[in-house]
């Protein structure tokens, strides 16, 4: 871990976070608490780790990514 208020530590999290409300969380309204669960697992499990493009992968989502990388070996 880094000094206290350096920002890397949680970065990665932080964007992610970052993208699940702004792209799902503050455009729904949720009726009921199942309802969030489920929408919020298919958005990371269908969307964001299958289609959307991540910049730190080369523009690729983590799924291209990983099978592009496990292809090379």
Same mark, same amino acid.
């Given at each position: 871990?880094?000094?206290? !208020?350096?920002?890397? +530590?949680?970065?990665?999290?932080? =964007?992610?976070f970052?993208?699940?409300?702004?792209?799902?969380?503050?455009?729904?309204?949720?009726?009921?608490?199942?309802?969030?669960?489920?929408?919020?697992?298919?958005?990371?499990?269908?969307?964001?780790?299958r289609?959307?493009?991540?910049?730190?992968? !080369?523009f690729? =989502?983590?799924? +291209?990514?990983?099978?592009?990388?496990?292809n090379?070996?």
């Amino acid at each position: 871990m880094s000094k206290k !208020g350096d920002c890397w +530590d949680n970065a990665v999290a932080e =964007s992610f976070f970052h993208a699940l409300k702004v792209e799902l969380i503050h455009r729904m309204k949720f009726k009921t608490r199942e309802e969030a669960k489920i929408k919020i697992f298919e958005y990371v499990e269908m969307y964001y780790n299958r289609k959307r493009a991540h910049s730190t992968l !080369g523009f690729l =989502s983590p799924f +291209d990514y990983e099978n592009v990388l496990y292809n090379l070996y």
